[in-house]
């Protein structure tokens, strides 16, 4: 009887739009992955922190396993996000005025890899053609959202610098990558929302 009333009242749930998500084990079809909206400014770091050829670790996952799921799902790009609907807009533009020096900032919209795929969206797809800067950008989705990066930036001959980080993102929030020669400001948001 309880497991009828709780059938009964998650449909009328998901009938009037008020389910984003069933707790109690129903599943979303396959064809239907949620997609998520994406924005990020890329930007070098000037001054006495710059160093020469290093950088971060590779990836690690420290909450969860490694190891790829049996049936990974890989990521989707969809589409670019146009640049009159970029919501960094004031912070690059304060950024700029501040002495940073943008190298890209861009928004799309995707859909997420399986939790431990290490599958990114290369800078290419995403339209990002910043001279000496290479790599793709990782969204992954197990039970927690996680967004991350594996870039390289070579401004000349004698210079590296690589970024690779995989950290747990929230809706809305700006997240700050670090490294001493450049870093990343991103935000992911649910391409449902407005």
């Known amino acids: 009887m309880r497991d009828f009333i709780r059938r009964g009242l998650v449909c009328l749930l998901s009938s009037a739009g008020l389910l984003a998500f069933s707790p109690i084990g129903l599943t979303q079809p396959a064809s ?19 160093v020469g050829i290093g950088g971060t670790p590779p990836l690690r996952g420290a909450e969860e396993s490694d190891t790829p799921p049996a ?24 950024m700029s005025a501040g002495g940073y020096r943008i190298l890209a900032h861009a928004g799309w919209t995707q859909t997420a890899s399986s939790w431990g795929s290490r599958t990114g969206i ?15 950008f990782l969204l992954e989705r197990g039970s927690l ?18 970024l690779s980080e995989l950290r747990r993102v929230r809706f809305e929030e700006r997240h700050y990558y670090d490294h001493p020669g450049i870093g990343v400001i991103a935000v992911v948001t649910s391409a449902a929302r407005p």
């Open 122 to 136: 290369p800078l290419e797809t995403l339209g990002v053609a910043a001279p000496g800067l290479s790599g793709n």
């Open 32 to 50: 239907t992955a949620s997609a998520y909206t994406v924005e990020v400014i890329v930007f070098r770091n000037n001054g006495p922190r710059e």
């Open 145 to 162: 959202l996680h967004f991350g990066m594996n870039l390289r930036y070579q401004p000349d001959e004698s210079t590296i610098h690589e």
């Open 71 to 94: 049936a990974a799902q890989i990521g989707r790009f969809i589409s670019a996000t146009p640049a009159a609907r970029l919501r960094l807009a004031g912070l690059r533009q304060k």
